[in-house]
């Protein structure tokens, strides 16, 4: 399992000291996402996987786990109002 921790803030993702770090996987590996918010309301959605954590409060967590089943790039944001548009997005990939 490859496992991921994330911080949302206002408004972007922060991992491994990067802002909307690129997360990248194996086809077939089982994801897991370790989400916190730290600054404002918010969560972590990918469509193409139908998967999403509870959107959580500034101190809140939530996570989620899933198999990435198809390769491409795939686009993960929040989905809190105009989070997404103000930058709040990263890409998943899938080799």
């Known amino acids: 399992m490859k496992t991921f921790v994330l911080t949302g803030k206002n408004y972007k ?3 491994s000291g990067e802002d909307n770090p690129v997360l990248k996987v194996k086809k077939g590996e089982k994801v897991r996402i370790n989400f ?3 600054d404002g ?4 959605v990918v469509d193409e996987f139908d998967v999403a954590t ?5 101190g809140g967590s939530s996570s989620i786990e899933f198999v990435a089943d198809k390769k491409g790039e795939f686009e993960y944001y929040c989905s809190v109002g105009q989070h997404r548009e103000l930058g709040m ?3 998943l990939i899938v080799e």
């Open 41 to 44: 309301f918010h969560d972590w």
């Open 89 to 91: 997005k990263g890409m």
């Open 36 to 38: 916190l918010s730290v």
């Open 13 to 15: 993702f922060m991992g």
């Open 54 to 58: 509870k959107r959580v409060n500034e």
